[in-house]
């Protein structure tokens, strides 16, 4: 979580300014942080129809049910990740800008 939450301040710092190596090595541990979310997230989506169907059988809609299963542990679980994959997606969006605008300046000064 710390390489996360630098990152998060770099990007809104805009700490990044002439360091392409850095963005570079960033949204690398980026993609690792995403690869690991993804398989946390199957892990919960796994175990989720067994779960939702043992629920479903005790409300009255689909509705209620899935309420009812967002209130579970892997339920608040799958919520934090979908929330945590995004913005991950997001911050190696950035990088990824941030880098092609990198590698454009510098084939500007040669």
């Known amino acids: 979580m ?3 939450e630098r990152i998060q301040a770099n990007l809104r710092t805009n700490a990044y300014k002439s360091c392409p190596h850095q963005v570079a090595e960033d949204r690398a541990i980026l993609s690792g942080e995403y690869a690991w979310i993804c398989g946390q997230m199957e892990t919960i989506l796994k ?8 629920i479903r059988k005790d409300v009255k809609s689909d509705t ?9 542990s892997d339920g608040l679980d799958e919520m934090g990740l979908r929330l945590r994959a995004k913005a991950t997606e997001k911050m190696m969006q950035g990088l990824s800008g941030l ?12």
Do not use: D, F, S, V
């Open 2 to 4: 710390e390489n996360i």
């Open 64 to 72: 209620a049910c899935e309420k009812a299963w967002e209130m579970t």
């Open 99 to 110: 880098l092609k605008l990198l590698e454009g300046e510098k084939n500007n000064q040669w």
């Open 47 to 54: 175990r989720k129809p067994a779960i939702w169907n043992t």
